[in-house]
C-alpha cells in the first residue's frame, strides 16, 4: 500500500492475505450519509474537491481547481469526487477533471468512460454514483 499526497494505491494483499481496505475521503457535513470502504486489490484511489483549498469572498466559496474554459474556479456545488481506478495518476486526473465538469457532465463522462466515481455536493449533504462505483459495492 502506498500513499502519496493522499491518493493511495494497493497492490498485492497484506500478510495475512487480507486485501489493502481504505475508507474513502469525506468532506464534513457527508458524515451521516455513510462510509465507504475500498478494497485497493489492485486499484488506486483519489478524491479531489473545494473542502480542504478554496477561498470565501463575499459569502461564496471558491474552489482551488479552475476551469479551463472560462479561467475561473469550478463552481458546481461539487464538494467532493473520488474515483477508483488502476492508475493512482489517472484516478487522481480523473477526479480532478470531473470536479471541474460537474455532477451532470461530469457523471455522463463518467458513465460514457466507465469510471468508478463517488460524487459529494454541497447543499443537502447529496451523493451520487457512477454505474461503475455502484458496481463495486454489490
Known amino acids: 500500500l502506498a500513499e502519496i499526497g493522499g491518493e493511495l494505491k494497493g497492490r498485492g494483499v497484506k500478510p495475512d492475505g487480507t486485501p489493502w481496505w481504505a475508507a474513502l475521503e469525506r468532506p464534513p457535513g457527508f458524515e451521516e450519509t455513510g462510509e465507504y470502504i475500498a478494497a485497493l486489490h489492485g486499484l488506486s484511489v483519489a478524491t479531489?474537491?473545494?473542502?480542504?483549498?478554496?477561498?470565501?469572498?463575499?459569502?461564496?466559496?471558491?474552489?482551488?481547481?479552475?476551469?479551463?474554459?472560462?479561467?475561473?474556479?469550478?463552481?458546481?456545488?461539487?464538494?467532493?469526487?473520488?474515483?477508483?481506478?488502476?492508475?493512482?495518476?489517472?484516478?487522481?486526473?480523473?477526479?480532478?477533471?470531473?470536479?471541474?465538469?460537474?455532477?451532470?457532465?461530469?457523471?455522463a463522462f463518467a458513465r460514457a468512460k466507465d469510471i468508478a466515481a463517488l460524487f459529494l455536493l454541497r447543499g443537502q449533504a447529496e451523493e451520487h454514483m457512477s454505474p461503475a462505483f455502484a458496481a463495486m459495492l454489490e
Open 48 to 107: 479531489s474537491g473545494d473542502y480542504i483549498r478554496y477561498f470565501e469572498r463575499g459569502g461564496v466559496r471558491y474552489a482551488h481547481t479552475l476551469d479551463p474554459r472560462s479561467g475561473m474556479p469550478a463552481a458546481h456545488g461539487v464538494a467532493a469526487i473520488t474515483v477508483l481506478h488502476e492508475s493512482c495518476m489517472r484516478a487522481d486526473a480523473l477526479a480532478t477533471a470531473l470536479g471541474v465538469m460537474g455532477l451532470d457532465e461530469g457523471m
